[in-house]
């Protein structure tokens, strides 16, 4: 999630650093099973929708 992920530079303790990756691969992990499982897509689609085409 872009909005997670820009908040890992600018923090300072590795407490804090990794509680925002768990976070991120929360939000990650449900995203998957929300959008792109039930529908279907393959990597490719997925990486356009995340705008990495």
Known sequence: MPGLNLLLPGVGTDQEKRRISVQIEQT???????????YGLTPEEIAIGEGRS
């Open 28 to 38: 990650d992990r449900a995203t998957k099973a929300l959008i792109d499982d039930p």
